[in-house]
């Protein structure tokens, strides 16, 4: 596998250049670091690439990496260090996982095989392999039970950035496709480290790596709870979250009034789970259409009426219970095919 790798764009066209692409290499070598020098690619004429590799104990190596761009096309994205390790994981008849940080974080113990050259997400869906966004950590992990790796972006400024782990021919790749945007005609120094490093053979080691990083890099983080001044006082109560429909039987393709409607006569079952909780409740409305939960017209304005609405709200607050919504956020519903009556197309600016 090539050290590094890149996706470059002139004229709306995307290009895959790599490490292997290069006419010249040289090496530098110290007693603690070696940089490697990269030049004279192909059809990239004015690009040249330096690979440091710095040794920061007998356990741990620093990569960085600097470009020189002076070519007329754009480095949308750089994947330096290019890692592979064995595809022996588990499912596989292995004895290895890997840790992979999406969302709460994931334990793999079989990837899917792709293209390496491939773009593993489209950058335009927020929802996948991106970091910052649903992949909120920046290290994953090899492990075997008695030994690891630890494989971590050191970023404190976030750098927006794919994290892959996927299988080829040579193993299982695991990658920070970072998108740097270098520009044409300009030079580039990565601003942070990527990290390698010996552990031990669980996530847990993996992750007490990672925390030490964040807690000791000056990295800005969210203020704690404790220290937010400006949550609201239902917050730091803490309710027990109950999310249920006020219409709708699932699964039947009825959408009137259910069980819980008026909405009053969710109540009984409310306070007894309060009870059992010794916790206020947190009401939250929903209604799901499909794979998503909408609101308008289902919940809101609300169903039934003003009134109704308002007399459930006021039970509520009488016992120091909360109502939400939980529906779409930010998006905009102009049409909705189960209730035709509910038509906001006029409101569209073309």
């Not at 998006?331 to 038509?343: G, M, Q, V």
Request: glycine share 8%; aromatic share 14%.
């Amino acid at each position: 596998m090539p050290l590094f790798s890149m996706r470059l764009l002139k004229d709306g066209q995307f290009s895959q250049l790599d490490a292997l692409a290069a006419g010249q290499v040289t090496i530098d070598e110290k007693p603690e670091s070696q940089s490697i020098h990269f030049s004279a690619f192909t059809g990239y004429g004015g690009l040249a690439v330096v690979a440091r590799i710095s040794r920061l104990n007998a356990d741990t190596l620093a990569w960085t990496l600097e470009i020189s761009n002076k070519t007329g096309y754009l480095i949308a994205s750089v994947d330096y260090p290019c890692l592979t390790v064995a595809d022996d994981l588990q499912d596989c008849g292995g004895e290895s996982a890997i840790f992979y940080p999406r969302v709460e974080g994931v334990e793999l113990t079989s990837v899917v095989k792709r293209d390496p050259d491939t773009e593993a997400v489209d950058l335009n869906r927020e929802f996948q392999s991106m970091y910052p966004g649903h992949m909120p950590m920046q290290f994953m992990g090899y492990y075997n039970g008695r030994e690891g790796l630890y494989f971590a972006s050191h970023d404190i400024f976030g750098t927006p950035k794919v994290i892959e782990a996927y299988a080829t021919d040579f193993g299982i790749r695991l990658g920070f496709r970072a998108c740097h945007a270098i520009t044409p005609m300009s030079e580039f120094k990565q601003p942070y480290p990527v990290i390698t490093s010996l552990t031990g053979g669980s996530w847990y080691d993996c992750a007490e790596l990672y925390r030490e990083f964040i807690e000791t890099s000056g990295m800005e983080l969210p203020r704690k709870l404790y220290q937010n001044k400006t949550l609201p006082e239902w917050y730091h109560r803490s309710p027990v979250v109950v999310i249920f429909p006020p219409r709708s039987i699932r699964g039947t393709g009825y959408t009137g009034p259910n069980e819980f409607f008026p909405y009053v006569n969710s109540i009984k079952y409310l306070d007894e789970l309060a009870e059992k909780f010794q916790s206020p409740v947190l009401s939250l409305l929903t209604y799901w259409e499909g794979s998503a939960p909408w609101c308008p017209p289902f919940n809101w304005p609300p169903y039934g009426g003003e009134e109704v609405f308002h007399e459930f709200l006021v039970a509520m607050h009488d016992r120091g219970f909360y109502v939400g919504l939980y529906g779409s956020g930010l998006n905009w519903t102009d049409k909705s095919l189960l209730c035709p009556e509910f038509d906001k197309t006029d409101y569209r600016i073309e």
